[in-house]
Nanobody, 125 residues
Framework: QVQLVESGGGLVQAGGSLTLSCAAS????????MAWFRQDTGKEREFVAY????????AYADSVKGRFAISRDNAKNTVYLQMNKLKPEDTAAYYC??????????????????WGQGTQVTVSS
């Protein structure tokens, strides 16, 4: 049974930083394509960042490029999202996701099979 458990969300002032973690179990983590998505109330879930299983390649949404960094520790089965220079528009529930297809490269939420429960990030102005 695959489980993804996010942590690290909270309330932060604009300009501040947070680091989210996603602990995974039940999958071959080092081969798993992982991503972070976010969803604000009343809006569609949107792609934030992804990382290859090896960690060799990453990609970001334009809205977070240069401010967020995705990384992973395959020894700990954990993926991270370092968020810097946070803005009020970054406020959302953040979800990590994994795909059964180890060859997947996608920014579309529908292509991912496993999801965490989400962690709330609120940025005050």
């Amino acid at each position: 049974q695959v489980q993804l458990v996010e942590s690290g969300g909270g309330l932060v002032q604009a300009g501040g930083s947070l680091t989210l973690s996603c602990a995974a179990s039940g999958l071959t983590f080092s081969r798993s394509f992982m991503a972070w998505f976010r969803q604000d109330t009343g809006k569609e879930r949107e792609f934030v960042a992804y990382i290859f299983g090896s960690g060799s390649s990453t990609a970001y949404a334009d809205s977070v490029k240069g401010r967020f960094a995705i990384s992973r520790d395959n020894a700990k089965n954990t993926v991270y999202l370092q968020m810097n220079k946070l803005k009020p528009e970054d406020t959302a529930a953040y979800y990590c996701a994994a795909a059964r297809n180890t060859n997947l490269i996608s920014t579309r939420s529908s292509r991912f099979d496993y999801w965490g429960q989400g962690t709330q990030v609120t940025v005050s102005s």
